[in-house]
């Protein structure tokens, strides 16, 4: 939070949600209109795959976290290869038959980097005005 301020909303309407990030120019400093959006979107990796989980197989469109993190880190949450911590049990826990304590409780399972791909869209809109001039420069 800023100072107290809230820093994003989550709105719905009869037919619609919206999530909010906060973006007054009050919150915000070093606001540069000047940089290379084509040459970062070029480095973007989109991919086609389906998730292991999905039995039909079932292709989407996307990235992969820790490569888009590489390009625009705001967009990712968590660490690439990071799980989550086995648990043993421990005195005082209920023991199931057959468990003792320091047997595993909980192992450790994978802890999914996510994105936000709603973080990409300043760099497409950037990316296609830069390619808007460089069209209008060829067809002058």
């Keep these: 939070s800023f100072a107290g301020n809230r820093v994003g909303t989550i709105t719905s309407?009869?037919?619609?949600t919206s999530y909010n990030t906060s973006s007054d120019y009050r919150l915000k400093e070093?606001?540069?209109?000047d940089w290379d959006a084509t040459?970062?979107?070029k480095q973007l990796k989109p991919a086609r795959f389906n998730f292991i989980a999905?039995?039909?197989n079932t292709l989407?469109?996307?990235?992969?976290a820790h490569e888009a993190a590489t390009v625009v880190p705001e967009a990712v949450v968590g660490e690439k290869d990071d799980m989550t911590a086995e648990v043993l049990y421990a005195e005082g826990d209920e023991l199931p038959e057959g468990k003792k304590v320091g047997d595993v409780k909980t192992a450790a399972a994978i802890d999914p980097q996510g994105i936000?791909?709603?973080?990409?869209?300043?760099?497409?809109?950037?990316t296609i005005q830069e390619l808007e001039a460089r069209i209008t420069a060829l067809e002058s």
């Excluded at 309407?13 to 619609?16: A, E, I």
């Excluded at 070093?30 to 209109?33: C, G, K, P």
């Design 13 to 16: 309407s009869g037919s619609s």
């Design 30 to 33: 070093n606001v540069d209109y």
């Design 39 to 41: 040459t970062r979107l």
């Design 54 to 56: 999905d039995d039909t």
């Design 60 to 64: 989407v469109d996307g990235f992969i």
């Design 116 to 126: 936000d791909q709603s973080k990409l869209v300043p760099l497409l809109v950037k």
